[in-house]
């Protein structure tokens, strides 16, 4: 299992591995941070060998960073418009030369660590990320791929400080809200994924986007918090005429990706139960 993220430059950041050692010790003292052989060996102060990333060894996960030449490929200017950590006033880095691929790899399969492993490689990662954004101002963007949208790095650094070790959901996870032409509200999430959780798709639903918005957040906070607790015909909330079953199901981006899709049935006004979730996501 790998976690990834991308840090969009304007130049070759030329790292030197033992200051980005000595930046994650600055800022996570209870990180206990190796260079592994091939960053050692490297024949220069600034950094790995040229065609090698710098590899560390943090707590028995492997990091790797890799600095790439080139354009991140991505229509980074259409994200920046649906990413909600991202600055309204100020423009994608589309002209970015040069990205940095930093990666996590976990002991054991995905199979074996489950939603717990993943959720403590997203924290490694994230603390990785901000620690290299505290290395300068090279970093233009953080891109998180399994979510989909760009992050301000002065954002992404002062979350992380805020709320690491905590999960950062609201980095992790992209929550998506537009309506169809002919007004109907939607929603979905982006970067479940990458916790070993499904992502949430609502396909309609009678809410406005607002409250939407909350509903996406709250399930996948739920989620993250606690899981992959809410089954196939569970039913997780109601509204005033409607209650709310989730299906596993594929996903209508992506029919290989199997998500849970939130579905508003009608009820009777005054329901004699229901099973699941319904406490915890129910609405007023």
Avoid: C
Wanted: charged share 20%.
């Amino acid at each position: 299992m790998v976690s990834l993220a991308f840090l969009l430059m304007d130049q070759d950041p030329k790292l030197a591995a033992q200051d980005v050692v000595d930046q994650l010790h600055t800022d996570w003292p209870d990180l206990t941070v190796h260079l592994e052989a091939a960053a050692q060996e490297a024949p220069t102060p600034d950094g790995p060998t040229p065609d090698g990333p710098i590899v560390l060894d943090v707590g028995g996960s492997l990091v790797a960073l890799m600095s790439v030449p080139g354009p991140l490929g991505d229509d980074l200017a259409e994200i920046a418009q649906h990413s909600r950590l991202w600055p309204s006033d100020r423009n994608a880095p589309t002209d970015a030369s040069h990205h940095l691929i930093v990666s996590v790899f976990s002991q054991g399969s995905q199979g074996d660590r489950g939603h717990t492993g993943a959720i403590a490689d997203a924290v490694l990662l994230s603390q990785v990320v901000a620690s290299l954004v505290g290395l300068g101002d090279a970093v233009k963007a953080v891109y998180l791929g399994s979510a989909g949208h760009l992050i301000a790095p002065e954002t992404f650094r002062t979350l992380a400080a805020e709320v690491l070790p905590r999960p950062l959901v609201l980095a992790w996870v992209a929550l998506n809200v537009g309506a169809r032409q002919d007004g109907t509200i939607t929603g979905h999430t982006r970067g479940m994924d990458m916790l070993g959780l499904l992502n949430l798709e609502i396909p309609e639903t009678p809410e406005d986007a607002s409250t939407t918005l909350d509903r996406l957040a709250s399930i996948a906070d739920y989620l993250v918090q606690n899981g992959p607790v809410i089954g196939d015909g569970d039913t997780i909330g109601s509204t005033p005429v409607a209650e709310i079953v989730a299906h596993h199901v594929p996903s209508v981006f992506d029919p290989e990706e199997t998500v849970i899709r939130l579905s508003f049935g009608f009820v009777d006004p005054q329901p004699q139960g229901t099973k699941g979730f319904f406490s915890k996501f129910r609405r007023s």
